[in-house]
């Protein structure tokens, strides 16, 4: 049940964020054995091309960092720890600090004169323990503990080049010591502004920097890592020796309070939050589960890919009372995790899955939606039209491949049970045609929704005005005769004499307007329209239903409980 379409449609209506979303996930073998309430979870931040050379960390609450890394089952190994409460996290090749314009506050590869060399010098030998080797580093100005692949070092300085690193060894009269490097998997801790190494860590056999913020376990962190402020901890992996992968690593109930302040308004009903909660609580535990994204180090990114993730900056009381009071309920069907897909609004009629994506799926029924005409005063552009030309469909079709010899009818030739369009068919002149089926009705067009009609006009007529302009209407328009006085014109107002005296009606023509029927398409809603409309949502909620009534009616026979 491979899907590969990922859609997510944004709006800003009544302050709220509303999206879309189709998950790409194997269908779950035994996933109801092993299904947990609240595993913790890696999100990735930054990663492929926006992975970072720098990644700074301010306490915002909390105080300080423990660094070390997580553990196969994802629990946190101590190693070291720091009262510092900023610090960047840099890959071990030469970087800077940035001082000016873009990498202000920054560590990048851009030179400045605040710079962290890869080179260090490496006193003889290794220590048993962290403080064993904090003492020894302690002697030099510049000392750091490093861990590589679990041995502990003490090492002195940041040098730009070996060169550089031999002569201070050379001053520092430490002959025995080494001039040494890292792998391409090393990454340093910094007091954020400064070249200082607070700690470095190096592991060949796949362990991630991880950083837990906070020195007192009572208190729950909120740490600002690039403008956006998280809860939980951070990993750090250099994903085949390159920049920094940066990963949130948070228990799913804390990553769940990210998500619903992201797709709905934290102003919005309870029960709707509620509804929302349970569905990017599911979509979240099938990604970890399925291993969404375990190439890249972490289970979910924080984009529309998956869902959309901005940190906790906007907790509201309503949003966390909405997941407290699900927390651990997942949406379920037949004793598995189900495919907890939403979009904004469908218009007056959701779909059902096999119309839209061609897999059936059996809680994902097509429904005539009586909750949603309630709250359309507040949802901009809930009705929506759009035209084409059709010369317009001809030069999109033929630059999608579909060579014409210009297309002359395009309509909706089947329509779904609840209304919705899942095939459509453009005509050329030469009788030639094309269909379009489900979810190709919308995403072909680029239309907000499959909830539409289409009308045609042999529209396109126009007045030609001395040979280049066109006037489309004749109303706003003037005539004007030899003494200046001016008379407004409308369209059957105006005559002309011909030389033989004759007078005939000024007519639109389809020549000067350019002859092309126009084809509007006139609709209503936003999205894939499959699974639970969020303003939908918004609407039962507002008339008293519970989180599970919402969910029942977009879900055909789903459960909503804990494991
Ligand atoms: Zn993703």
Same mark, same amino acid.
């Given at each position: 049940?491979?899907?590969?379409?990922?859609?997510?449609?944004?709006?800003?209506?009544?302050?709220?964020?509303?999206?879309?979303?189709?998950?790409?996930?194997?269908?779950?073998?035994?996933?109801?054995?092993?299904?947990?309430?609240?595993?913790?979870?890696?999100?990735?931040?930054?990663?492929?091309?926006?992975?970072?050379?720098?990644?700074?960390?301010?306490?915002?609450?909390?105080?300080?960092?423990?660094?070390?890394?997580?553990?196969?089952?994802?629990?946190?190994?101590?190693?070291?720890?720091?009262?510092?409460?900023?610090?960047?996290?840099?890959?071990?090749?030469?970087?800077?600090?940035?001082?000016?314009?873009?990498?202000?506050?920054?560590?990048?590869?851009?030179?400045?004169?605040?710079?962290?060399?890869?080179?260090?010098?490496?006193?003889?030998?290794?220590?048993?323990?962290?403080?064993?080797?904090?003492?020894?580093?302690?002697?030099?100005?510049?000392?750091?503990?490093?861990?590589?692949?679990?041995?502990?070092?003490?090492?002195?300085?940041?040098?730009?080049?070996?060169?550089?690193?031999?002569?201070?060894?050379?001053?520092?009269?430490?002959?025995?010591?080494?001039?040494?490097?890292?792998?391409?998997?090393?990454?340093?801790?910094?007091?954020?502004?400064?070249?200082? @190494?607070?700690?470095?860590?190096?592991?060949?056999?796949?362990?991630?920097?991880? @950083?837990?913020?906070?020195?007192?376990?009572?208190?729950?962190?909120?740490?600002?890592?690039?403008?956006?402020?998280?809860?939980?901890?951070?990993?750090?992996?250099?994903?085949?020796?390159?920049?920094?992968?940066?990963?949130?690593?948070?228990?799913?109930?804390?990553?769940?309070?990210?998500?619903?302040?992201?797709?709905?308004?934290?102003?919005?009903?309870? #029960?709707?939050?509620?509804?929302?909660?349970?569905?990017?609580?599911?979509?979240?535990?099938?990604?970890?589960?399925?291993?969404?994204?375990?190439?890249?180090?972490?289970?979910?990114?924080?984009?529309?890919?998956?869902?959309?993730?901005?940190?906790?900056?906007?907790?509201?009381?309503?949003?966390?009372?909405?997941?407290? #009071?699900?927390?651990?309920?997942?949406?379920?069907?037949?004793?598995?995790?189900?495919?907890?897909?939403?979009?904004?609004?469908?218009?007056?009629?959701?779909?059902?899955?096999?119309?839209?994506?061609?897999?059936?799926?059996?809680?994902?029924?097509?429904?005539?939606?009586?909750?949603?005409?309630?709250?359309?005063?507040?949802?901009?552009?809930?009705?929506?039209?759009?035209?084409?030309?059709?010369?317009?469909?001809?030069?999109?079709?033929?630059?999608?491949?579909?060579?014409?010899?210009?297309?002359?009818?395009?309509?909706?030739?089947?329509?779904?049970?609840?209304?919705?369009?899942?095939?459509?068919?453009?005509?050329?002149?030469?009788?030639?045609?094309?269909?379009?089926?489900?979810?190709?009705?919308?995403?072909?067009?680029?239309?907000?929704?499959?909830?539409?009609?289409?009308?045609?006009?042999?529209?396109?007529?126009?007045?030609?005005?001395?040979?280049?302009?066109?006037?489309?209407?004749?109303?706003?328009?003037?005539?004007?005769?030899?003494?200046?006085?001016?008379?407004?014109?409308?369209?059957?107002?105006?005559?002309?004499?011909?030389?033989?005296?004759?007078?005939?009606?000024?007519?639109?023509?389809?020549?000067?307007?350019?002859?092309?029927?126009?084809?509007?398409?006139?609709?209503?809603?936003?999205?894939?329209?499959?699974?639970?409309?969020?303003?939908?949502?918004?609407?039962?909620?507002?008339?008293?239903?519970?989180?599970?009534?919402?969910?029942?009616?977009?879900?055909?026979? @789903?459960?909503?409980?804990?494991?």
């Amino acid at each position: 049940m491979k899907r590969s379409l990922k859609e997510r449609f944004v709006q800003f209506a009544a302050a709220a964020l509303s999206c879309a979303l189709l998950l790409a996930l194997p269908a779950g073998k035994s996933q109801a054995a092993s299904v947990t309430v609240d595993p913790t979870i890696r999100v990735g931040l930054f990663y492929g091309t926006s992975a970072l050379p720098g990644a700074n960390l301010l306490n915002e609450v909390g105080s300080g960092y423990r660094l070390g890394y997580y553990d196969a089952n994802r629990v946190f190994q101590q190693l070291a720890q720091t009262s510092e409460t900023a610090i960047s996290v840099v890959k071990t090749q030469n970087v800077y600090y940035g001082t000016s314009g873009n990498w202000n506050g920054y560590y990048d590869t851009i030179t400045s004169d605040i710079a962290v060399g890869c080179y260090h010098i490496q006193l003889p030998g290794s220590y048993g323990t962290y403080e064993e080797a904090a003492a020894a580093a302690a002697g030099y100005s510049g000392g750091f503990v490093a861990w590589i692949d679990g041995s502990w070092q003490a090492r002195v300085g940041a040098y730009m080049d070996s060169a550089s690193a031999q002569a201070a060894q050379t001053a520092l009269g430490l002959a025995e010591a080494a001039v040494v490097g890292t792998s391409s998997y090393g990454v340093s801790v910094v007091k954020t502004g400064t070249s200082q @190494i607070l700690f470095q860590f190096d592991s060949t056999s796949g362990l991630c920097l991880g @950083i837990k913020p906070g020195l007192d376990d009572s208190v729950k962190t909120e740490t600002i890592f690039r403008g956006n402020t998280y809860y939980g901890g951070f990993q750090y992996q250099r994903v085949s020796g390159g920049n920094l992968t940066v990963s949130n690593v948070i228990s799913l109930e804390d990553y769940v309070q990210g998500v619903v302040i992201q797709e709905m308004s934290p102003s919005w009903p309870l #029960e709707a939050l509620k509804a929302q909660a349970v569905c990017a609580r599911t979509y979240a535990y099938r990604s970890y589960a399925a291993g969404k994204h375990s190439s890249q180090g972490f289970d979910l990114c924080n984009d529309v890919h998956c869902q959309a993730y901005k940190g906790i900056a906007t907790v509201s009381a309503a949003s966390l009372q909405a997941v407290n #009071e699900t927390r651990g309920q997942y949406l379920w069907y037949n004793g598995a995790l189900a495919e907890a897909v939403y979009f904004s609004h469908d218009g007056g009629a959701t779909e059902s899955a096999v119309n839209v994506w061609g897999g059936d799926v059996a809680y994902l029924t097509g429904k005539i939606d009586p909750y949603e005409a309630s709250v359309v005063n507040k949802i901009t552009n809930y009705n929506w039209t759009v035209t084409f030309t059709a010369q317009e469909l001809t030069d999109l079709l033929n630059s999608k491949g579909y060579v014409n010899s210009g297309i002359v009818d395009f309509k909706v030739t089947k329509t779904s049970p609840t209304g919705n369009a899942i095939e459509i068919t453009f005509t050329d002149s030469s009788g030639k045609s094309w269909s379009k089926i489900r979810d190709d009705c919308r995403t072909f067009l680029g239309l907000r929704s499959l909830r539409y009609t289409v009308s045609s006009s042999s529209g396109g007529t126009g007045y030609s005005v001395n040979g280049s302009g066109v006037l489309n209407t004749l109303t706003g328009a003037y005539a004007i005769d030899g003494s200046g006085n001016t008379a407004a014109l409308t369209d059957g107002s105006v005559y002309a004499i011909g030389g033989d005296g004759s007078v005939s009606q000024v007519t639109p023509s389809a020549s000067a307007g350019g002859g092309s029927t126009v084809f509007t398409i006139t609709g209503s809603g936003w999205g894939h329209n499959v699974g639970m409309s969020q303003w939908g949502a918004y609407a039962m909620a507002q008339q008293g239903y519970t989180y599970q009534d919402i969910l029942s009616f977009y879900y055909t026979g @789903i459960e909503v409980r804990q494991p």
